[in-house]
DNA sequence: GGCCTCAATATTGTTGACAATATAGTCGAC
DNA sequence: GTCGACTATATTGTCAACAATATTGAGGCC
């Protein structure tokens, strides 16, 4: 077996992360990574750098890292961003489309319905953030790509702390139906639709009570 | 003299691109970089990575980093979705605002117009930047602000590559417009002058054609 | 002369050992 | 017994040597 690359690895943390095996305010010793996962700690360095700045790890100076806490108002803003990052992502994609696209795109939804078939949580989770990256992707705007990455993975980490039921409910139907828009040059109802999927996710939430900071135990205990 | 560290390093060769001394397609060669500012290669790594998320430099596997050469596209996607970001701050920070802050950044605004008297260019650039990262972290919106950070460090280079005159002429008096309009409560107006202010910004440059992403030689002489 | 191969050089990538720092536990004074 | 200082341990941070890779230039063949 060849050694995992940077990516692999961060992608490995990303899902244990998104599927509440790592829990916020878990530590991730290096040495230990390091062990698991059969690489130098220096990778394992560059791999918590890559999550720090995706927002999953917080990096503290001669302390180590830990899985992230989102606060609810962090969770509100990444939703707002998001649906603007979103909506400029269909525009551009708009004037990008061509039909192999397309059915490359639905070939993608239809990989989402089957994972939910079979429940496997890794493969939902990963191909319906890799929904959203998609789309960046094929609308060819760099920028809004990589801003894209960030806050799927940042979006997977608070329905992990914030998500009351295990069901990742949001089904491909609303990815879907948004492509259809997209099939009928309705720009407009996309990015509604769009719009629409995303309150529906941050919806499923439970943010009314700030129960995710304490940040300190003074704080936690106060 | 205590060597410096990765922030520290970070921000000289940002603002060597911000103000034209280092261009878009410039080679950064790790051995150099170590030997100019007294430090380890590991250390100048650490800074690449950091320069290369916030859209600075481009890192290509077994090449070496180069000064970043945006398009177009990304620049006009850059100041939309700052804009929205901007807006966000600015509504986070109404309703986190008191007198002690806002004295604060009457205060920023200051240093603003001496560093624009003096024509101090890295100054100007380090303080009219720093302008908006300080509204984020006075927002006390901690998502916003790293966030807030990489868009001003993209905007900076972009400025660099587009921009005609040298003159950073958008003074300190738009600053102070959206303080005034938050020191009189008005949240709206403050939004307003916000766009106004980008708007300007934006206009100063040359975005018509896209001069930018040569990529290749093969580009650039076609 | 044009083109391919191959060696020489320059540059990046990786590793393991060592230093610096923080944490936890122990001992002693009171 | 409680508090504080101190030691031991665990963990992160740094570095310099080495390996892997890409670039450049020279030589030879057609």
Redesign the interface.
């Known amino acids: 077996m060849d050694t995992l690359t940077v990516e692999q690895i961060a992608e490995r943390i990303w899902l244990s992360i998104a599927d509440r095996r790592l829990r916020p305010g878990t530590r991730l010793k290096e040495a230990e990574l390091a062990e698991v996962f059969g690489v130098s700690r220096a990778r394992i360095r560059?791999v918590l750098?890559t999550l720090e700045?995706e927002?999953l790890v917080v990096i503290e100076s001669n302390k180590g890292a830990v899985v992230a806490k989102?606060?609810v108002?962090?969770a509100k803003?990444?939703f707002?961003?998001r649906a603007?990052?979103e909506q400029?992502v269909l525009e551009?994609l708009f004037t990008e489309l061509d039909a192999t696209k397309l059915v490359e795109m639905f070939e993608h939804v239809a990989k989402e319905r089957i994972a939910n078939h079979n429940n496997n949580q890794r493969d939902i989770i990963k191909l319906s953030g890799g929904f959203h990256v998609m789309l960046a992707e094929m609308a060819e705007?760099?920028?809004?790509c990589?801003?894209m990455r960030d806050l799927v993975s940042?979006t997977s980490l608070i329905m992990a702390a914030f998500r009351d039921t295990n069901l990742h409910n949001c089904g491909p139907d609303e990815h879907e139906q948004i492509l259809l828009h997209l099939k009928n040059r309705d720009l407009e109802a996309a990015k509604q639709a769009m719009v629409h999927h995303l309150e529906h996710v941050e919806s499923a939430l439970n943010l009314l009570q700030d129960r995710a900071p304490p940040k300190s135990l003074r704080e936690a205990l106060a």
């Open positions: 560059q750098a700045r927002g989102p606060s108002a962090d803003d990444i707002h961003i603007a990052v400029r551009r705007a760099e920028f809004l990589g801003l940042r």
